[in-house]
Structure formats: C-alpha cells, structure tokens
C-alpha cells in the first residue's frame, strides 16, 4: 500500500516568521478574512534579510481549519520551527520540522477536512500563494485519511502542483509579491555548491504513533541521478536485486509521488517564528 504522508519534506532557512493578526475584520468574496503579517527572515552570508508578507485568511470558508491555526499561532505553536520545501521545489510547508529537522508534531485533536470531496463545497481555489492544510493522503484508504489534519499547513508556490481544491482545505492566500521572494530564496537555497539536493526521507511513522523510523539521507544532481555519502565524496546509487543494499532506499525514491516525508535540507536554515500583532518577542531574536 503506497502512502502519500503530506506533512513533509522540505528546504529549512534561518529565519524568524512572524504572523500577527489585525484586530479589524472584513469580508471577501462573501467570506469574513483575517490578515495576518508573515515575515520571513534569514541568514545568507553573515546578511540578514527579511521578507514580509500577508496572509489573508478565509474564516467563512472554512471555520475549523482557519480557527486551528489562528489558535496555533496565539499559543505559539509555530514557534522555533524551520521552513521546508517539497523534493519538486512546488510547496513550501509550515509548522512541520524543528531546528535539527525532527518532526514537530501535534497532540490534538484532527479537524475536519473542509472541501468537495469530504461533503464540504470548496470555495477557493488552489492556485500559486494559496495556503492548503496538509493531511495523511493514503490512496488505498481513500476518505478514511480526509479528516487526519492537525497543524501543518503549506504554502504553494506554483499553479500546478498535487494539491486540489476537492481533495485539499484551501483557507487562505498570501500575498504576490512576497510569494515570488520568498520562492527564489527557498529555491536559490536548495542546492550546495556542487549542485546536488541533499534529500531527506524521514520514515515510515507508525499508525497511531507521531513517530518515524528508518529515515536516510541521499542526494540528487541535475540528471536525476542519486548518490549517497561515503567518507568526503558522493557516490552514485545503484541496484539490480533486492540484495543490494540500496534496493529499500530505491522502492522509496523512485515512487516518490506516494513516498512518504522527502524534503530537501538546503545550504542555509530558515527558522521560524510565530507571533500576534503588537507583540515583538520573534522581531527582536
């Protein structure tokens, strides 16, 4: 059974993000919003910059995912996390590493997956800038994972990508501007010198268990081809049989579209803040 554990992978930068709400409400599109400030900053080179952006969150179109991270950033759950990027560089995600890229995880409840296919209608669209809650996706299992979401959320930064608006909760967007910054930093940051992803694949968790086991590190180059690291030097992967040592490591990479938890550990690490309007305890660190 191939699992799509879309929770994952990812690119980390150093950084502080912070989220604050405004205290005014409006409405769009015949939904109430709340704007939240995302500001992004990170270290290159001993220079620190930061990206500030808006999220617009959609309160009407879905209540329950809206009203989950609304509540998780003024309990600062977003606090001392990293920014992850997908192995396809199409979304970044929010909330599901800490520093050193253990799994942050969540010990609440889920809530209720909020689109089409879930008895729910989607009003809003998955397009670049929307902001998507993630959720176990097991394609044998199909409606039984629509309502695992807990936490994470992701950023999408192009129009196409897995997500889909009958499938996934779309609640909100970022702005254009900040969207396209924050993608060519994620990007410019996903290879080392010698051009080479270095992946992640963090396990397989255990049902029931925010746990993971078996995790491996390799990486990827321009061609698509994979090496692993001996000593001070990459060296290429390759198999024939289920003898070979790297054959386990192989089923995994190789069906990545259904493999669970692969992100990218880019060159610099982006570490994440989460805080209210007004306060300053994220700005100042």
Known sequence: M???????????????LALSFGGCKETI???VVRRADFNVTYTVGGETKTVESTLTLYETFAPETTGRVISLIEDG???????TLSKSQDYLVVGGFTEGYDVKSYEGSAVKGEFTNNGLRSELTVKAGAL????????????????TAKATF????????KFHASEFCVFGYIDNDSLTSL?????????DENGYLRMNYV???VDGVQSYQDGFEYFLNEDNEYFKQVGAEKVEMEYATEDDVDY????IIKDDDNAQDIFVLPATTFKVCAEMRGKSGCSKK
């Open 203 to 205: 396990g397989k968790r």
């Open 29 to 31: 599109d015949g939904s």
């Open 248 to 251: 386990a490591t192989f089923e």
């Open 2 to 16: 191939k699992k799509l554990s879309l929770k994952i992978m990812a690119v980390a930068l150093i950084s502080a």
């Open 154 to 161: 992701a950023i999408v930064l192009t129009d196409s990508g």
């Open 132 to 147: 998507v809650m993630l959720r176990d996706f097991d394609i044998d299992a199909g409606d039984a994972k629509y309502d």
């Open 183 to 191: 993608k060519d930093v994620l990007v410019d940051n996903a290879k």
């Open 77 to 83: 759950y977003y606090n001392d996390t990293v920014l």
